[in-house]
């Protein structure tokens, strides 16, 4: 088939179209009434309840462990204390990325160029991952935290073998998740049965978009260069 | 200072212009829909969601471009985006459950009627982004006017079709064999 044929038979497709579609005016209509969506509104109520047992939950470890810090550090347990300071940080930063990426996804033009506006918004929606990648990092903490100086004193090999292995394997994967949970392995067996689900779907679909969008970006480089390079040559 | 009433009246001008300019574009309102959405229900929730993105920046319309590129823009880029929102339905305060856009798709056997089919079906196999070229060209826009909608260079614009022109062909070419 050759291009004018394409041509006209999109042409016919257009025409049929003007004949034949109808616009519901009332709905649109109804549509143009509507009160502007809140960034709230637009989320599920499960996240809504996440992001506020997140917000509560770093808020109350900041109050417990800035108190412990200023008026009980000789006393504590340091265990504890370092384990839930570093597992507080880690949630605090994973929730500003999470809010701060939701709100940026929320403000982003549309009527911006395409490549630009998607790029925004794919970008966005990816750091999703890191998310995911500074939340696992947590995971020896959880196997720190009940310790104490006692345990540390009267345990025999046994037990500290045992901790320390718990310790060090949950070590290794956080370190090990950490690094490879990225794009490149969107299709490894262990990464789809973590990102399972519509949420992780969406992100990774907007992976394969930044893919395409950077073939564009390329391909747009090159063509500038060349012509560029043309241009100085003559 | 302005009255009640102007303010009101000013509205309804609004209001009307924009349905206006819906009315005469509907078919690339439709064409969108219809190329990144197979569901008809997701169909009807992308105009939606197109129609209410136009409404919200309809106030800042840049009238340096034509309507159609600031429609094609939106629309191309709400559809591009639409996988991001996981619970469709339920992210729409108010989902309007009649269709927007009414258009009886007919099962003719005539062989226009066929490829036609069959140009939607390629189209809708393309990649995001390719898409949207596709039917930036299929509507004869200029490569300037493609260029200012996707954000790339005219030259860029050129070979992307060439080789996007080049596959629909091939497609095509193997239907018929």
């Not at chain 1, 917000?55 to 204390?81: Q, T």
């Not at chain 1, 160029?113 to 500074?134: F, G, N």
């Not at chain 1, 067996?189 to 907007?206: D, M, P, Y």
């Not at chain 2, 200029?142 to 992307?160: C, P, R």
């Amino acid at each position: 088939m050759e291009d004018t044929e394409i041509i006209n038979l999109w042409k016919s497709y257009d025409k049929k179209l003007n004949e034949n579609l109808l616009l519901n005016r009332k709905n649109v209509e109804e549509i143009i009434k509507m009160k502007a969506q809140s960034l709230l509104s637009t989320m599920k109520p499960i996240k809504i309840f996440t992001v506020l047992v997140g917000i509560f939950w770093v808020g109350l470890g900041i109050i417990v462990l800035s108190n412990i810090y200023f008026y009980a550090f000789v006393e504590a347990n340091k265990f504890f204390l370092f384990s839930a300071t570093i597992q507080v940080g880690l949630t605090a930063i994973a929730l500003f990325i999470y809010l701060y990426q939701l709100i940026l996804i929320y403000q982003v033009d549309v009527s911006e160029a395409i490549l630009e506006t998607q790029e925004k918004l794919a970008s966005l929606k990816s750091s999703t991952l890191w998310v995911a990648r500074i939340l696992f990092l947590q995971l020896p903490v959880w196997t720190t935290f009940y310790w104490n100086e006692s345990m540390l004193e009267n345990g025999n090999a046994f037990l500290y073998m045992v901790q320390a292995a718990v310790t060090l394997s949950f070590t290794f994967v956080a370190v090990w998740l950490f690094r490879n949970i990225k794009y490149e392995n969107r299709d490894k067996k262990w990464f789809r049965i973590i990102f399972n689900g519509n949420e992780w779907n969406a992100v990774i679909k907007s992976m394969e978009l930044l893919s395409q969008i950077d073939e564009y970006r390329i391909e747009n480089q090159t063509k500038n260069e060349n012509f560029g390079g043309v241009k100085k040559s003559v | 200072m302005v009255s009640k009433i102007e303010i009101i009246r000013q509205m309804e001008n609004k209001s009307e212009l924009f349905l206006s300019v819906i009315e005469s574009h509907k078919g690339i309102l439709y064409k969108i829909a219809n190329s990144y959405c197979k569901d008809s229900e997701d169909r009807n929730d992308l105009v939606q969601e197109i129609i209410v993105q136009l409404w919200k920046s309809f106030e800042n319309y840049d009238d340096r471009y034509k309507y159609s590129t600031w429609i094609y823009r939106i629309a191309l880029n709400v559809a591009i985006s639409f996988y991001r929102k996981e619970n469709r339905r339920k992210e729409i305060a108010h989902p309007i459950t009649d269709s927007i856009l009414n258009f009886a798709e007919t099962s003719s056997t005539d062989d226009t009627e066929k490829n036609i089919n069959l140009l939607q079906q390629f189209i809708s196999e393309l990649k995001e982004l390719d898409k949207a070229l596709m039917l930036l060209y299929l509507e004869e826009k200029s490569h300037q006017e493609t260029a200012e909608i996707l954000g790339i260079s005219e030259t860029n614009v050129a070979t992307k079709i060439g080789r996007i022109k080049n596959t629909l062909k091939q497609k095509f070419s193997s239907i018929k064999t």
